[in-house]
């Protein structure tokens, strides 16, 4: 385990931060033209919402991929000593 394995990690984040924020605009859009009310309308703002739940986590997540790795390090660093 390496620093360099962090690499992959963030730009995966960065796309799925991405990703989440143009997905949420495209939704909060599609959101405007249903009715009040309505099962399109429930469902869409049931959809903005999971993804903002989502989004919330992904701090956390990368915190613990980080983690890992700086463990990862640390143990590799006294096992070879």
Known sequence: MDLGDLFPAVVTFVAIGVLLSFGLNVQGTADDGFAANSYEANASRSAIQANNNLASN????????????????????????
């Open 58 to 81: 992904l701090p956390i997540l990368g915190t613990i991929v980080i983690a890992a790795v700086v463990i990862g390090v640390l143990i590799k660093s006294f096992v070879l000593r």
